[in-house]
């Protein structure tokens, strides 16, 4: 039996589940646009997949509605994709295994990949029936949204005819967004002399924060585990003489990293004033490692108390590893890069004056790795304002000009917008109120959404974003909302019948 299969709408979730079967993560989608492409030929769709794996998949209006104007349904087929550590998943190759617990639907130690699944589920549903009044329906799924929108960006949108756009990536049902923020992924690359040393090798682990999403959750201050790391290791620079072997932390430059941790290898430590070699007989060594732990659970014990209410999961750990030879980044470079990860400016850098409450600009780092000789950190800019957004990718390119750090800007989008007079959403709020009777709330957004690169595109481009509520998503506590996938779906039927 399928997992899924008594959940209402059942033919929803009957896709949902197929494409959980499906691995798609971000730049390993070829899979699911292939099953796109496939649903399309199997039912006689007009449908487009380019080299990219984009799909557009075109339905003609139902009897009656030939001539009312098309509307555009928008999302994207990749997903962020994390686990537990724990977790016997291989996210490149398996898919997910799908937990139900009364309203919530999750995966076992994994992201659920509702962002964006729920949006690809919805329109082949929309797609496959044949009992639904719609206009002409132009189904537009994307690759590569969570890595900088590099589906949207490379689109050729001359087969799409619409003019009003619903896009599917929303995450709080009953809120209609209508404008976005812009932003661009910026990457330092340290490129560092490799030599051998002879020290204690140790393994520290900054873990247990929540993470989230980038935009959505920046301004909750939840800790971000590489700066963290960046924070540990300037700590014990102040008492020790140490060595960078290895760094790994994040998954995605729009994720706020959870985990982040550093392989070092030390060679002295402090001691009345003094610094004795490390690896001078079995006392010292036992002496370091003594200096190592404290030094790393008083740090501990001061993020639990500065993140208390924000992110209190927080875990700095050591693991000691034997002496040894080892390759390490020299000395200098070592310290110059562990400045450079503990300068990482991160979280809210303004709010908007215009909309209360709302982010205007904000940045995070989220992913970091070693190969070779080179260390890489991809770093997400967000901000509603265009200037801002040059300003922070300006004051990233100083601070990798001090650390003598190379810096490499991709996927750019603008932000989206707002619309004062769009028939779209005003038709949109009338049937929401027809259907629930109350009001939804009109928002802008911190994060990005594509409508912003579709409307460079198409010229007077009318864009509303909505979707069934989850939450945690981008992590392994991600969850969705059953009975509101059922609410959001009804509203779409009936919001097709009505356009």
Known sequence: MRVLEQLEPENVFYFFEEICKIPHGSGNTAGISN?????????????????????????????????????????????VAVKEPDAPVDMEKDGLMLLVDGDRLMADGTSLGGDDGIAVAYGLALLDGTEYKHPRIELVITVDEEVGMNGARALDATPLKAKRLVNLDSEEEGIFLSSCAGGARVDLHFDSEISIQRGIVCEINV??????????????????????LGRTLSRLLEKMELYIVDLKGGVADNAIPTQAKAKILITKYEKDDGFLY?????????????????????????????????????KIETFICKTEDEEVIDREESRILISLINSLPYGVQAMSRAMPGMVETSLNPGQIFMEGKRVSIGISVRSALESAKMALIHKLESL??????????????????????SQLRNKMVEVYKKLYHREPEIRAIHAGVECGLLADKISDLDCVSI?????????????????????????????????
């Not at 997949?49 to 555009?72: C, L, R, T």
């Not at 001061?302 to 999961?313: C, R, T």
């Not at 750090?405 to 004062?420: C, F, L, N, Q, T």
Request: hydrophobic share 35%; proline share 2%; with cysteine.
């Open 207 to 228: 873990c247990g924060l929540q993470g989230g999403h980038s935009g959505e959750e920046i301004h909750r201050e939840r800790g971000n585990a590489i700066c963290l």
């Open 467 to 499: 979707g069934p509520d989850m939450k945690n998503i981008h992590t392994t506590k991600e969850e969705l909302s059953i009975s509101s996938v059922g609410r959001v779906w009804n509203y779409l039927v009936k919001l097709l019948e009505e356009l």
């Open 278 to 314: 490390a690896v001078r007989g079995e006392d010292m060594e036992q002496e370091c490692v003594q200096l190592l732990k404290t030094i790393c659970e008083k740090l501990d014990q001061e993020l639990k108390v500065e993140l208390a209410d924000k992110d209190n999961g927080i």
């Open 400 to 421: 990798a000009y001090l650390a003598g750090a190379d810096m490499e800007v991709s996927g750019i989008y603008p932000g989206w917008a707002y619309r004062k007079d």
């Open 35 to 79: 099953y796109l492409a496939e649903f399309a030929r199997e039912r006689k769709l007009e449908y487009y997949q380019d080299k990219e794996g984009n799909v557009i998949i075109i339905k003609e209006a139902s009897a009656g509605y030939e001539d009312h104007a098309p509307v555009m349904l928008q999302g994207h087929m990749d997903m």
